[in-house]
């Protein structure tokens, strides 16, 4: 085991066997009702296999994060079928909502959303904590994750002494801390600059070399190219769906691990 | 996740926001002690009052002079209340003592002290007057017959007279007169007003009048009734007496006769008891209306941070929620909270008037009532629980991105 990320490559199959990670159908969402309702969803389908890399651009309004926010059990569709690992997960109770939020999903939310006045650390641990994991271990961990995003030096810092982009980082530091076959990013290199964001899509990439599914949200194109698959979502349809030659495809860990930031091998 | 962990991360959400933590604590505080002490002075109060009527004797009644120019037909004596000690016509007399007061000074061995109240009297007048002594003895009836000069003190002409020496013996001056001092009051708990009830210093009838007031009316008579029971028998017997002795017209009486005409006054304790515990009482009650308002306000305030923090730990919760805590732990985690915030302020504002309650307050002191613990902690943390879980528990059961939006 290379370090907290590293493990789960055996669930690299891409389907065969498995239902798709995301079985998304006609789904759609209407915010408010009558005069002033808005259609922020019109009925999307998609399905995305596992160990996917999937990136969702769009105008701003488009309705991206609200889709996101469905397809990572924070909301719930208007109408339409959303399946999780072949799961209904309109079906799901609170407890079992829980749980796959805790274990299998990385959720990095476009606002961050770091609990305030608690340290980036004790904000990586929570979900550790809510998995159960012992404080000694989860400290480890939390420490590990925040390394891997280059704020190891920030540990003890609360969300308003980090900048935007450092509390960016927290935030997708404690997404990947548990380790989730999921990862859900909307916009998580919306604050960086070109180098962090390079960094950042560095871990990414080896999350997906790893066997994690990966879908992001993005406005950057370079940051789109990298993805494995390019989603054009439209005033609330998708207008385009494209496979992409990504720098993720095959050999792309193998390219990352010349990079000198950020790699997997600084973790313990 | 257990029961530890989530208390952990209790202490640290109490701990996060100090301020709001210190705030919701303080008003706990402000309100639980309030009202105790409150109740607490106004049950004083009136402890105060039925202690200085018990201190008077319960059975006894006082006959007082009320009439000013001093007409030698209408002014009580020492006959008159020698008058008043009838087997037959007073039956339910136990004891009569004229009393004579005066304002003296007496002096020790250069030191003197200006006694407040300098009385003579027999020595029915201890018991009577429920008025024991201490250390030394009382006067006899015979100290009375011959006018011997002998004096008992109170504790506080004691104390000023003779710090650290033993006075039972002791030769002091009134008046330009030697007495000898043969014993020292029990100190008397309560103090009467402006009064110092131990600044006293009582002897025998006669010598006082030979000494400092003459031969003169007396200012009062006490009389001891046979029992707490026969008072009010005791009254009627005395006053068909003093209205004999005095020449008052009973003609009248019947319809529309100025009872201010009538020479004398007689005082009944347990009367003055009565209407003063009464007095007591709804003094007691106008207080216990003062806490409930300051616990209404106190809980007001308490309900008030609660609700103002909802917004942020609203979202808090959203993120929790998309964190994957279940909802119980979520509510373990604000009602534990809660209890720790409120159970604090409680706590303090318990000891807060415990505290309190060992100065006297506008010149009483206060004594705690028990149930009013009781009462205000039950009210503040009950309140402090619901305003503290209760948001909590709707924000928990939110969609996450709902209370993530809340506002
Ligand atoms: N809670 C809400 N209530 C009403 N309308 C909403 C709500 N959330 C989103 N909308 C509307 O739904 C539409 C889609 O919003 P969404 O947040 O999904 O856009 P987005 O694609 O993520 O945009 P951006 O790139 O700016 O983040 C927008 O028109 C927005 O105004
Ligand atoms: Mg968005």
Redesign the interface.
């Known amino acids: 085991m290379i370090g907290p990320l590293g493990n789960g490559a055996d669930d690299r199959s891409t389907g065969s066997g498995h239902p798709p990670v995301l079985d998304v159908r006609e789904l759609t969402k209407v915010y408010g009702e009558g005069e002033a309702a808005v259609h922020a969803l019109r009925g999307v389908n998609l399905v995305v296999e596992r160990g996917d890399y999937v990136a969702i651009m769009g105008s701003s309004g488009s309705g991206k994060s609200t889709l996101m926010?469905i397809v990572?059990c924070?909301?719930?569709p208007t109408s339409g079928r959303y399946l999780l690992d072949g799961v209904d997960v309109s079906r799901l109770n609170?407890?079992q909502l829980?749980?796959?939020?805790?274990?299998l999903i990385g959720?990095v939310?476009q606002a961050f959303?770091?609990?305030?006045?608690?340290s980036a650390l004790?904000n990586v641990e929570?979900?550790l904590?809510?998995?159960?994991v012992p404080a000694a271990e989860r400290r480890r961990r939390a420490l590990a994750a925040l390394d891997m995003v280059g704020l190891a030096g920030r540990a003890g810092h609360e969300p308003n002494q980090l900048s935007g982009g450092q509390q960016q980082r927290v935030a997708v530091a404690?997404a990947l801390v548990t380790e989730p076959a999921l990862v859900l990013a909307d916009e998580p290199t919306g604050n960086l600059d070109s180098r962090s964001t390079a960094d950042m899509l560095t871990i990414f990439d080896e999350l997906n070399a790893a066997g994690r599914t990966i879908v992001l949200i993005t406005h950057e194109p370079e940051v789109g190219s990298r993805a494995r698959r390019l989603i054009k979502l439209f005033d609330g349809q998708i207008s385009a769906d494209v496979r992409q030659d990504g720098p993720a495809g095959a050999g792309g860990a193998d390219r990352m691990l010349d990079q000198p930031t950020a790699t997997m091998e600084r973790i313990p | 996740m257990n029961l530890f962990e989530i208390l952990r991360f209790a202490v640290r959400g109490v701990t996060a926001n100090k301020l709001r933590s210190a705030l919701t604590t303080l008003g706990i505080l402000i309100g639980v002690g309030a009202v105790i002490l409150l109740v607490a002075v106004g049950n004083g109060s009136a402890k105060q009052i039925t202690d200085r009527i018990a201190a008077l004797g319960t059975n006894t009644l006082t006959v007082q002079s009320t009439s000013r120019g001093g007409a030698s037909s209408t002014a009580i004596t020492v006959e008159t209340a020698e008058a008043l000690r009838d087997p037959v016509l007073a039956p339910d007399v136990r004891s009569v003592s004229p009393v004579v007061s005066a304002s003296a000074t007496i002096t020790y061995q250069g030191a003197d002290h200006s006694v407040q109240q300098f009385v003579g009297t027999y020595p029915t007048y201890f018991g009577a007057s429920n008025t024991p002594v201490g250390t030394g003895t009382a006067f006899t009836e015979e100290d009375v017959a011959q006018g011997r000069r002998v004096l008992v003190i109170g504790r506080t002409v004691a104390e000023e007279l003779f710090p650290g020496v033993e006075p039972v013996g002791a030769e002091v001056t009134v008046g330009g007169s030697l007495f000898t001092v043969v014993g020292v009051l029990e100190e008397k708990s309560s103090s009467s007003g402006f009064q110092d009830a131990n600044d006293v210093a009582i002897a025998p009838l006669t010598a006082v009048q030979q000494t400092l007031t003459g031969y003169g009316p007396v200012s009062s008579v006490v009389v001891e009734a046979a029992g707490s029971d026969r008072v009010d028998e005791a009254q009627a017997q005395i006053a068909t007496i003093l209205d004999q002795r005095l020449k008052v017209s009973t003609t009248g009486s019947g319809n529309g006769s100025n009872p201010n005409s009538s020479p004398y006054r007689i005082q009944n304790a347990s009367q003055l008891l009565e209407t003063q515990s009464e007095t007591a009482d709804t003094f007691t009650v106008l207080l216990g209306a003062v806490a409930g308002i300051s616990l209404l306000v106190g809980g007001i305030g308490i309900t008030n941070i609660m609700l103002v923090t909802v917004t942020e730990r609203t979202r808090e919760i959203g993120i929790r929620k998309a964190l994957g805590a279940p909802r119980r732990v979520i509510l373990t985690q604000f009602l534990a909270e809660a209890t720790m915030l409120s159970l604090t302020g409680g706590g303090l504002g318990v000891a807060a008037a415990l505290i309190g309650s060992r100065f006297t307050v506008v010149g009483v002191k206060p004594v705690i009532v028990p149930s009013s613990i009781a009462l205000a902690l039950g009210v503040s943390v009950a309140i402090g629980l619901f305003f503290g879980s209760v948001p909590a528990s709707r924000a928990a059961g939110l969609r996450p991105i709902d209370a993530l939006r809340y506002e």
């Open positions: 926010n990572g924070l909301d719930v609170d407890r829980a749980l796959v939020r805790n274990r959720f939310f959303n770091l609990i305030p006045r608690t004790a929570l979900p904590a809510y998995a159960g404690r």
